[in-house]
């Protein structure tokens, strides 16, 4: 069965600070790699996929993750965060060759920038 | 583009009533997904339909549980009898092709007393 680890359930930065949320999914097949974030009172949205090629992704608002297949790691990060980040991330995976339909999420991280 | 809508946004029941959550995917969609969130818990995939056909409802939870897609377009998803262990947020989403980008709804707070 899939499952996907989020190392961090709080993270508490300031503003300008550099960011990294680690994800490590398992799965012994090929995978789709996602990161959503629900800011307050919204939608899940869709921040990046990764489905194949280039394993560094970028995605909205300067976000961007790495996929490491030897680690089965997809970390997302961004240089410098803003307020506006504050929000709670999701990573999710998807086996490409069979299992279930649906997305597999990871417990989320709570993400606080302080001005 | 209106985007996946779910009604009602909070349910308040008691134990041993009936629930029906609704979802609207976006148009043209045919491809609709139910998942859960138990609080303190991640998001669990519950099914997918394809158009009006249920495609996996390998995480549909037992029996009480019943999901319709009439039509290919809306969704519901009814809970008989809830039992407080069914409190959480319940999300849709939509996608035109299962390999896309899921789009997801803004949820349906059930809390079951």
């Known amino acids: 069965a899939q499952s996907v680890s989020q190392h961090n359930h709080h993270v508490i930065l300031s503003e300008a600070a550099s960011l990294e949320l680690g994800c490590n999914y398992s799965y012994g097949g090929t995978v789709n790699l996602f990161w959503y974030v629900q800011y307050p009172g919204q939608h899940l949205q869709l921040l990046l996929k990764?489905?194949?090629?280039?394993?560094l992704v970028k995605g909205i608002k300067g976000f961007e993750a790495e996929f490491i297949k030897s680690k089965f790691s997809f970390n997302l990060r961004k240089p410098s965060v803003q307020w506006s980040d504050t929000a709670e991330y999701f990573c999710?995976?998807?086996?490409?060759?069979?299992?279930?339909?649906?997305?597999?999420f990871g417990k989320g991280t709570h993400l606080i920038i302080q001005p | 583009e209106a985007g996946v809508t779910q009604f009602p946004s909070h349910s308040v029941i008691e134990k041993g009533q009936t629930v029906t959550l609704r979802c609207d995917p976006i148009?043209?969609?045919?491809?609709l997904y139910w998942y859960r969130r138990v609080m303190g818990k991640e998001i669990k995939f519950l099914l997918h339909?394809?158009?009006?056909?249920?495609?996996?409802e390998s995480g549909m939870p037992n029996n009480r549980f019943l999901a319709e897609r009439t039509g290919g377009t809306y969704s519901t998803l009814k809970v008989q009898p809830a039992e407080l262990e069914d409190s959480g947020v319940y999300f849709c989403a939509s996608s035109q092709v299962w390999i896309q980008e899921q789009f997801f709804g803004p949820g349906t707070r059930l809390t079951v007393l």
């Open positions: 990764y489905f194949s090629g280039d394993p």
């Open positions: 339909f394809v158009k009006e056909s249920k495609q996996d």
């Open positions: 148009s043209g969609h045919d491809n």
């Open positions: 999710a995976v998807r086996g490409s060759g069979g299992g279930a339909d649906g997305l597999t």
